[in-house]
């Protein structure tokens, strides 16, 4: 079992900047890969970003450029870092962890991007 927690969604101004956290307990051992994901109300679920457990990095399209995600091994941890948000940043953004004992998921936080 894993279990990831999220924190750091808020209202921003357009062109603000947020960080989100996502720590993770459990069986930390068997994560694959940590990613971030978002949704809006009426909309499927869409990737945002990831790092794998051996580092490899990928970011959606729309945020190759403004967003950075990062691991702190030690804090067991993932942030994903915010800037330059838009209005379409608004959404609920969740963790993911697939890991060899399931594919488990955060219970998401507010971003609203609005002036």
């Known amino acids: 079992q894993v279990q990831l927690v999220e924190s750091g969604g808020g209202l921003v101004q357009p062109g603000g900047s947020l960080r989100l956290s996502c720590a993770a307990s459990?069986?930390?051992?068997?994560?694959?890969?940590m990613n971030w994901y978002r949704q809006v109300p009426g909309k499927q679920r869409e990737f945002v970003a990831s790092i794998t457990s051996d580092g490899n990095i990928n970011y959606a399209d729309s945020v190759k450029g403004r967003f950075t995600i990062s691991r702190d091994n030690a804090q067991n941890t993932v942030h994903l870092v915010m800037n330059a948000l838009k209005s379409a940043d608004t959404a609920v953004y969740y963790c993911?962890?697939?890991?060899?004992?399931?594919?488990?998921w955060g219970q998401g936080t507010q971003v609203t991007v609005s002036s």
């Open positions: 459990g069986n930390i051992a068997s994560i694959v890969a």
């Open positions: 993911n962890a697939p890991s060899w004992g399931g594919d488990y």
